[in-house]
C-alpha cells in the first residue's frame, strides 16, 4: 500500500500497490494540487509518501 498525498493540505494524489515515483504521480496533475492549487514538487517537503499503513 502506497499513498502520495499533498504536504500542503494532504489531498491523496496517488493511493494504491503500483510503486510510482513521485515525478510520474506529480506530473498526472501538471505539477499542481487539484485542491489547493499549490505547486507539487517531486521532493519530500512538497509531497509525502505513505507506506505499509495498511
Ligand atoms: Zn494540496
Keep these: 500500500m502506497l499513498a502520495i498525498i499533498c504536504g500542503h493540505c494532504g ?5 494504491g500497490n503500483e510503486l510510482k515515483t513521485l515525478t510520474e504521480v506529480v506530473r498526472e496533475y501538471a505539477n ?3 485542491k489547493c492549487k499549490k ?3 517531486p521532493i519530500t ?3 509525502r509518501i505513505l507506506e505499509g499503513e495498511r
Design 11 to 15: 489531498y491523496v494524489l496517488y493511493e
Design 32 to 34: 499542481v494540487c487539484p
Design 39 to 41: 505547486a507539487l514538487k
Design 45 to 47: 517537503q512538497s509531497v
